[in-house]
């Protein structure tokens, strides 16, 4: 059973750009969730997508978009990239949502704003 | 509000050492609770988890006990490895936030020989 993908694994971008992250889940998983990880922040989460409808967010400025398609693979998108935005962003993918299953994570983006 | 509190790192153990690593919580609900592990490079893997009160987690030797009374949910392993080297992260989850987990800072464990 293939894990958790995520592409680009790294990125560098410049200020002001936008840059958009993949992530296939698990092959029947429905429910992705995306955290953005930073020595100083820990893990935050950003939003989870479950049957292609964001489930939940978290506490983001709206730069921070997302979106699942069909087939249960998801996109994160930043635009008007900050320096603060340098990270690493994992992916997330379960069966169920509440908790109810396994989170499988993703190796993670790892993105430099310049 | 919802939040997980993790003992300050980084921890450093002599192999076959006896391993705690205490985690306490708040919740506006009836949280799960996760230990998960980070080895370099890779992304977070689920060690162990507990869904309600006084059950216990167990998984290649680690174990964590949900105390409702004392908030917490500390990890233990009797007799750690040198490939037991990673960062540990407890995390909580209330069934009605979706898969919206909250983590600990997480703490870094070195085992040396």
């Known amino acids: 059973k293939a894990g958790v993908t995520q592409t680009p694994r790294y990125l560098i971008k410049t200020r002001g750009q936008q840059v958009t992250l993949s992530c296939s889940p698990i092959?029947?998983?429905?429910?992705v969730s995306w955290y953005q990880q930073t020595p100083g922040q820990g893990l935050q989460f950003l939003f989870e997508?479950?049957?292609?409808?964001?489930?939940n967010k978290g506490n983001f400025p709206g730069r921070f978009s997302g979106r699942q398609f069909s087939n249960s693979r998801s996109e994160m998108n930043v635009s008007t990239l900050e320096l603060g935005d340098s990270a690493l962003y994992l992916c997330a993918s379960s069966a169920l949502s509440g908790g109810l299953g396994e989170q499988y994570f993703g190796p993670g983006t790892r993105l430099t704003v310049t | 509000g919802n939040s997980v509190t993790q003992m300050e790192g980084p921890v450093t153990l002599s192999e076959e050492a006896f391993l705690t690593i205490n985690c306490t919580y708040t919740a506006t609900g009836y949280p799960s609770l996760f230990w998960y592990v980070q080895y370099p490079g890779e992304g977070l893997q689920l060690l162990l988890k507990a869904t309600k009160a006084d059950d216990k987690g167990s998984n290649k030797g680690f174990e964590a006990t949900y105390r409702k009374e004392t908030t917490s949910f500390h990890l233990e392993k009797g007799s750690v490895q040198v490939s037991d080297s990673a960062v540990y992260f407890c995390a909580l989850v209330l069934r009605d936030t979706g898969n919206q987990f909250y983590f600990g800072t997480g703490t870094s464990l070195t085992v040396i020989p």
């Open positions: 092959s029947g998983h429905r429910s």
């Open positions: 997508y479950f049957s292609e409808t964001q489930r």
